[in-house]
């Protein structure tokens, strides 16, 4: 039987956050918006003996141990690209790139406080869903969608999903370059089917480079290690010239006293989700890597 996301939606109330919980799919099946569902079941089986511990957890550390959950997972991008019109909030778990793997570790993060029967697709679809569109809430439209990281974490602090620590541990302003989406508009699917939407993140990308970008040099980065937490969010930032423009993003995991990067590492590298070295001895391997941003997740 071929289920339909707003029919599935339509049988769950979210309660746990304000706002309306929706999702506007217009009629895409629901197997193109979550791929991969008996690794998700395989998952939720894992868990739920673990329900009570995870519940215990701030979500920090939640976060980090679902991030520890999907190292070894194939690096895979361009998964957002599901149709060439209709945006709907969706989830692989054949693979994942940086940002997916950060925000699915996240959003089965924040499903772990809703009660067992609702750990479902739909509701891992919800959490997706509060996170990765503009105000939580997903119109349809590509453009409802947070594309640069700057603008995600700036909405979802804004919204108390998340507290931006980057100038508090050291930031400074410098110019933005946010013009990749632009260059690149062939390898997106939706842009590719449509010129407005070409404009509309061209507009995007203006709007960004009209303001700077706040970063912590790397060159600072060891010194405030002991200040980050693990399940932190780091995004990477990297040089174009004299500009900057967010390039990565993971997870911060702390071992043995050492603060390490998680993070799904694309195919020139290792091409699957890792944990990697410490953060600052990863920052110094890549020359064009300028800094980062950090946000802490809150509950």
């Known amino acids: 039987m071929q289920f ?66 999907f190292v070894g997972t194939p690096y895979k991008s361009y998964t957002l690209e599901i149709d060439d019109r209709v945006e709907a909030p969706s989830v ?30 739909q509701t891992l679809l919800h959490y997706i869903e ?14 409802s969608r947070l594309h640069y990281l700057e603008d995600w974490l ?48 061209a507009k995007v990308e203006s709007r960004l480079r009209s303001s700077d970008l706040t970063m912590i040099p790397k060159s600072h980065v060891r010194e405030i290690e002991s200040q980050i937490q693990s399940g932190d969010i780091i995004g990477v930032i990297s040089h174009d010239g004299d500009a900057y423009g967010t390039s990565h993003v993971g997870l911060a995991y702390r071992k043995d006293g050492v ?18 070295g410490r953060l600052s001895d990863y920052l110094a391997r890549f020359p064009r890597d300028a800094g980062i941003l950090v946000a802490r997740p809150l509950k």
Not at 104 to 121: G, H, I, K, Q, Y
Not at 130 to 143: A, E, K, M, P, Q
Request: hydrophobic fraction near 40%.
């Open 4 to 69: 339909r996301v707003l029919a599935l939606f339509a049988l769950l109330s979210f309660t746990s956050l304000p706002g309306p919980a929706s999702v506007h799919a217009e009629g895409l099946p629901f197997d193109t918006v979550f791929k991969g569902k008996p690794r998700f079941d395989s998952l939720v089986a894992q868990l739920k003996p673990k329900a009570a511990q995870l519940r215990g957890l701030p979500i920090g550390e939640r976060l980090a141990w679902f991030g520890r959950v």
């Open 92 to 121: 692989n778990f054949t693979g994942l790139d940086c940002w997916t793997f950060f925000e699915t570790a996240l959003a089965f993060s924040r499903m772990v406080d809703e009660p067992e029967e609702n750990w479902t697709p």
């Open 130 to 143: 509060l996170d990765r569109y503009w105000g939580g809430r997903c119109t349809g439209s590509y453009l």
């Open 154 to 201: 700036h909405d979802n602090d804004k919204r108390g999903l998340v507290q931006d620590l980057t100038r508090s541990l050291g930031g400074k302003g410098v110019p933005n370059s946010a013009t990749e989406m632009t260059i690149n508009w062939k390898n997106y699917r939706y842009m590719a089917a449509s010129p407005s939407l070409r404009a509309g993140i």
């Open 259 to 276: 603060l390490h990067f998680m993070h799904a590492s694309s195919p020139r590298n290792s091409g699957k989700v890792i944990l990697d």
